[in-house]
């Protein structure tokens, strides 16, 4: 190409030579530039925002991070599904069986456990299927059904809804029998409670929940300490390359926050002031194989 030296023709012939360049060499895409939420979305289970524990712990985490946490509350089922399809950036849940499946999928990366309490059968004080001094769960489900005894079920998939249905599992039921006497709420455990405390009915739920309502029921406790009733739950992150849109420094700093040992440690003193126990047993460390 011939130089021009005048005017204006120096800058007219090096934009001829770059534009030369740029029509002729290969097509290199720049790289995205990914800029962090300050928002951390978090999907977990109604029963640690209907037991005040999360009102307790993020806003800890918030100042000491200065991320903003946006909790969306729904059955462990929901809170999973919302993880797998990118709409949550960190899940904490309680519905084992479903978190490994989908850990072993590849949808979450990371699977760590948090605390557990337990479930409890809970029910009006006359106690019109006889379940109080049983200790067996599946024994207790048997007996509802013989007396068509109300049963207010949580119905959402939830981790306590797939734990009653193994309860109808292990007592020989592959779901409960449909009848008059059992109730789907379709809703969390603090609306669960307060629909069984009307009809009189009987109901599963997480002590912690339970524990918090209390004051506002007649239900009583009925069945517990039975090994199926253990409540477990792990905190779980996604997998970036499934989700590309998630917070994954915000998730991660979200899961690390609730395993760190000074989290652990509010979590073993949450309740123990007002209900002379903790709500939640810490359990960061220790083997999640359950």
């Known amino acids: 190409m011939r130089a021009v030296t005048g ?18 060499a290969p097509y290199r895409p720049l790289p995205p530039i990914t800029v962090q939420s300050p928002v951390v979305i978090l999907a977990t289970t109604t029963s640690t925002r209907d037991a005040g524990l999360l009102d307790s712990l993020v806003p800890v985490f918030e100042r000491q991070t200065h991320y903003t946490v946006k909790v969306i509350a729904v059955g462990s089922g929901q809170a999973l599904a919302m993880g797998r399809r990118g709409d949550a950036d960190v899940v904490l849940s309680h519905a084992p069986e479903s978190e490994r499946a989908l850990v072993d999928s590849g949808y979450f990366v990371r699977r760590r456990l948090v605390m557990h309490n337990e479930f409890l059968f809970v029910g009006p004080a006359g106690d019109p299927a006889g379940l109080r001094g049983l200790s067996d769960p599946v024994a207790a489900v048997r ?19 797939q734990r009653e249905q193994l309860c109808w599992k292990r007592a020989g039921f592959s779901s409960p029998p449909r009848d008059g006497w059992y109730i789907e709420s379709g809703q969390g455990m603090g609306a669960t409670l307060q629909l069984a405390d009307e009809k009189h009915a009987y109901t599963l739920t997480d002590r912690a929940t339970y524990l918090t309502w209390r004051d506002k029921l007649q239900l009583v406790p009925m069945v517990e300490g039975d090994s199926l009733l253990y409540n477990v739950y792990h905190v779980l992150e996604l997998n970036p390359k499934n989700a590309s849109r998630i917070n994954v420094a915000g998730g991660q700093a979200l899961a690390d926050f609730l395993v760190a040992p000074e989290t652990q440690r509010l979590i073993g003193e949450y309740g123990k002031s007002r209900f002379g126990q903790s709500l939640f047993v810490p359990d960061a460390g220790k083997e999640a194989s359950r």
């Open 143 to 161: 007996r509802i059904v013989e007396r068509r005894a109300p049963f207010v079920s949580r119905g959402d998939q939830s981790g306590t809804h």
């Open 7 to 24: 005017g204006n023709g120096r800058y007219w012939a090096v934009w001829g030579c770059l534009a030369a360049i740029t029509l002729t």
